[in-house]
Every structure is written in C-alpha cells, then in structure tokens.
C-alpha cells in the first residue's frame, strides 16, 4: 500500500474529507501489519493507554549513525493502523532524524491529530514519548561514544 | 389525595430535553446523541443559571461572616443540605456531609471507620463488580491496618452470588462496602437482602450510590443502610460535589478525615477539639456553589418524578439491550435481571475502542475502555467494553441511532 511516510500523506490527503474512507484507510493499514509474538507483547513492551492497549519494541541497527527500528501492535484496530503510521515515521531513522521529526504536524496534515491527544489514553501519545525516549537515550550515548566514553552503548560502530 | 392528584403527567423526553443546552449540538455534522450518562449528565438549565446567579449575586465564604453575602451564601449552602436530606430520605442534616464526590466518600469512610473499628486480621467485605472507587481505599485501609480485604464473587449474569457471600460474612468481616447499581454492568443489586444479612450480623454496609440515585428512589433509612455515597456530577448537578451519608452513631464515633478550618471548635498547640456533625467532616472552605446547583438538579429531577424517568429509562433500556443482542457479532457482558442505566458489550472481531471511536464519528457518545472496573473485566476475560448509558433525556431515536451506528461498525471493520 504505502511505502513511505510521505506517500501516505499524499494518500490521507487525497482521501479529504470523507472519514470512512480514511478510517476504512487506517483498517487497512492495520490489517497488513503483521502481529506481534505473544512473547512481545509482554507487560515491558505495554505503552500505558486506558482505552486499548500499545506494545512497542525497539531495536538498535549498527551503522554510521546507528538506526531505531520499531515494532509496534494494539489491541484496537484503528489505534493498530495508527501504530503503524507512526512506525512508518519513526523505524529505521537515526535517533537524530526521530528527535527532529514533527510527528504532531504530520498527524495534524494528515486530520488525526486528536488521536495523538493525551486525553484519548489510547497509548499512542505514551508511545510516541516513549519511542523520543529511547532516541534521546540512543542519541546521549551515542555522543558519550564520541566522546571516547566506553558506555556500553546499544549504538556501535564507535 | 383525590385520583388526579395521584395520576402524575406522562413523562416526555423530548420535552425534558428541551431543558438541556448541551444537547442541541451537531458532532462531526451529526446531531449529537449522548449515551455517556453513566460517565457523567448534563446539566438542565436551571442547574446551571443557579451556578451563575450564585456568581453574580451571593458568591462569599460561608459560616464565618456577619456580612449579608457571607449570610446568603450559608443559607443556600445549609438549605442544600436539607433537600439533599429529604432526597435521601435521611433523618438528620447532621448525616449529610459534602465532599467532592462518590470517591471521596468512600475514601473519608475507608480511612475514618477503618481507622476506629478494623483491626489486625479484620476483614473488609467487598464484591467484584466494584468500581476501583470502592477498591482501592479500602486496599489502603486494610494495607494500613493489617486487615483483609475479601472479595464476593458475582456469576455470569453479573449478580453478586449470595450464597458466597454470606459464607464470607464472617465474624471478622467489619464493614461491607459494595455498588449499589454496577457501573459497567448496570446490575441492580439487591441490596435489601444484603444489608439485612450484614445487620443479622452486626456488620454496617456502606453502598456506592453513584449508578444508582438519578435511576431509581433511594431511601436510606428505608434501606437502613450505614453509609451511602453518590457524586452529583452523575445526577444532572455540578461536578466536583458529592454527598456522604451516614448514620449519626457512626459520623460521631469516627475520626475526622481531614483537618483543617470548620471542622475545629476550638484550638490550642496542645490540643484541638472537634466540630458537631456535619463540620467536623467538612474541612476547610468548601465547594458553596456545588451543594446549591445539586439541591437545584435534584429538586427538577423531583418535580419531574424519579419514578416517571424509572420508567422512560427501563423501557429504552430493555429495548436497547434487547436490540443490541440480537445484533450478530455482539456479546451483553452482564445479563442480571435488574438493571438500571448501562448495558455493556463486547463486539466480536472488533475492539470497544474502535466502536466508541465509529460512534463518536456519527455523533454518538458512549464510553469504552474497562470503565474503572479492572478486576471485573478479568472476572470476564476481556478488556473492555463498549457501554451506552441512559438519563432521562434519551430518547427512541437516539436509540435506533445506536443501533444504526453499530452497523456501520459492522460495514466498516467487515464483521
């Protein structure tokens, strides 16, 4: 369907204003997205939500710079397909590149802005705190590592 | 009484609504259609021109003024509390004690009774269809005193199963504390018989009121129950205040809750003593215009007859029930035999979530999610459910409106 964060822009966008071809959209998205192991969706992977539940793992590409690469699943299905978009952004992209991204303004271009709302507790907006973390994290030790810092770093080559 | 005084006026939604600013708005271009009353009703006007008067014209601190704001803002404080007293049917205003809603109440309860009568290796009795309201306190409580918080098990109609329960009301048992109306499931309980059986016992019984006072008339001398609670957020009043009631025998035997002013007759470094009831629970200035606005809600709730919405609301709610589970694909979490307000369901194939967020796109607002009853929901194995919630003003349409967006659900997710 969509390969990359801006071509489902360009998607949501042509879809305007009729929600149940966008929600009919995010269903889809959701449905291709494959499930995570039940072994991932274990508590330490759960994003705290009140309303349906977010798992999220995270693991470290070795490169110059070193990626994040994301996996992601929900209990709901439209908070599922919003995951995924949200993955779309954020996985495979250097720590720098996820601290830098605006996902709030792409989520308001694309007319889902209310669902990243704290207020939802949908776990989406835990889990878009939680994926900045861990590239603030990533992105700390990285600069330690520069720094000739022996920091038992996730991130490697030093 | 002659015949015609006797005969209430039918009772008309579409009338009453009329009375409810909120209501005659569009949501996402679609008349709203507001099925989240278990959550929280809307506000009549009257409730809320009382709010705005108060503001404009009495708004002062209470009880310690001469001057005629002061004076004005106490009478309607302290009138309050005598409507809410004859709403209850309670016997004294000394019973009625204002807090800022059901939690609290239970809270006050929890840390005061518990504090001067449970024990190590007591036993508090609850079931398992509470609100985490009438958990969690009485989690802290037991914590506290090293006492046992027991849990009575319901069955999968939803009902507390009775026989269980009387086995766990044991000479250890304390206090039992329970929902009067399920929040999730919207079983009535029969709380009669449950009260009856604690007292054969010698064992008071708080009820969670919060479900149950804008559905049904609740007496509590008639119940003779030892404390009740309920928010009036729930109630078509403001939020922010809620109502304790209690008997005065155990109000005067407990500790304060919190410390503070009003609720002091006297202080010295070395030693303070306690205000009479109601104050002596009351610290600190309170919510004023909270107490005024509920007297307002439950005094238009009066005149239009609780028993006349009791039978508007059962009828929508046996026909909304009824309709929901005739809809393939659906499963009623809770089929009890009494219900009141709220019907819960899961929707195969589809999260509660995702139903509440297709409604709320045509304009319907219910709740989903585990409504603050965790435990319950494992009772069930599941994790969430969708759940539309009636008050007086819901009508037949925004029922088949429910229905038609169940549908839609239905069309969109493919089940």
């Known amino acids: ?96 590149e996820i601290l830098n991204y605006d996902v709030e303004d792409m989520f308001r271009r694309i007319g889902l802005d209310r669902h990243l709302s704290p207020a939802r507790s949908n776990g989406l907006h835990s889990m878009v705190k939680r994926v900045r973390s861990i590239a603030a994290n990533a992105e700390g030790l990285c600069a330690a590592a520069e720094h000739g810092g022996d920091c038992g770093m996730p991130c490697q080559p030093h | 009484m002659n015949r015609s005084e006797r005969t209430a006026p039918t009772f008309d939604a579409e009338i009453a609504r009329e009375d409810f600013p909120i209501l005659h708005q569009h949501v996402h271009g679609k008349p709203l259609v507001y099925l989240d009353n278990a959550a929280s009703t809307q506000k009549p006007r009257c409730v809320i021109d009382a709010l705005v008067r108060y503001y404009e014209r009495d708004n002062s601190n209470i009880h310690r003024a001469i001057h005629v704001l002061s004076d004005r803002a106490t009478r309607q404080y302290e009138a309050a509390r005598e409507t809410i007293r004859r709403f209850l049917g309670a016997a004294d205003t000394r019973e009625i004690i204002f807090c800022r809603g059901t939690t609290e109440a239970i809270n006050l309860v929890a840390h005061s009774y518990c504090k001067k009568f449970v024990h190590s290796s007591d036993e508090v009795l609850i079931t398992q269809m509470e609100h985490h309201s009438n958990i969690v306190p009485w989690q802290i409580a037991c914590e506290e005193r090293q006492a046992k918080l027991k849990v009575a ?108 002013g009003d609720m002091i007759r006297t202080v010295t470094f070395e030693k303070t003593t306690w205000n009479e009831l109601p104050y002596k629970f009351e610290a600190g200035t309170p919510n004023v215009e909270g107490p005024i606005g509920l007297a307002v809600a439950l005094d238009y709730l ?52 995702d139903v509440g967020v297709v409604l709320d796109q045509e304009g319907i607002a219910i709740r989903s999610g585990h409504h603050c009853t965790q435990p319950l929901m494992q009772r069930f194995g599941i994790a969430a459910t969708a759940r539309p919630a009636l008050a007086l003003y819901n009508t037949q349409d925004e029922i088949n409106a429910l229905i038609r967006g169940i549908h839609k659900v239905k069309k969109l997710f493919g089940v």
């Open chain 2, 302 to 353: 009066e005149k239009i007859g609780i028993d006349q919405v009791s039978e508007h609301e059962q009828t929508l709610l046996r026909d909304m029930a009824n309709r929901l589970a005739d809809i393939p694909g659906i499963r009623l979490i809770g089929t009890p035999r009494e219900r009141a307000g709220a019907v819960s369901f899961v929707l195969e194939g589809v999260h509660a979530n």
């Open chain 1, 1 to 96: 369907m969509t390969a990359t964060i801006d071509d489902l822009i360009d998607d949501l966008e042509l879809l305007g204003d009729d929600w149940e071809e966008r929600y009919g959209y995010i269903i889809g998205l959701a449905r291709q997205m494959p499930a995570m192991s039940e072994l991932d969706r274990m508590d330490d992977n759960k994003v705290h939500g009140c309303q349906s539940q977010v798992w999220l793992t995270a693991k470290t590409v070795a490169g110059i710079p070193p990626r994040l690469e994301f996996r992601g699943d929900s209990d709901g299905i439209i908070t599922k397909g919003l995951v995924a978009i949200l993955l779309l952004a954020f996985s495979g992209k250097t720590p720098r």
């Open chain 2, 153 to 260: 098990p319901i069955d999968d109609r939803g009902e507390i199963v009775l026989e269980a329960f009387e086995k766990l009301l044991t000479d250890r048992v304390k206090i039992v504390s329970l929902t009067h109306v399920s929040n999730t499931l919207g079983t009535i309980n029969p709380v009669r018989a449950i009260i009856e059986m604690a007292h054969r016992k010698g064992i008071p019984v708080m009820l969670d009121g919060a479900q149950a006072v804008s559905h049904m008339k609740v007496d509590v001398q008639e119940l003779d129950v030892d404390f009740y609670a309920f928010s009036g957020h729930k109630v078509y009043g403001p939020t922010g205040i809620g109502v304790l009631y209690g008997k005065s025998r155990w109000l005067e035997a407990m500790p304060p809750f919190m410390g503070g």
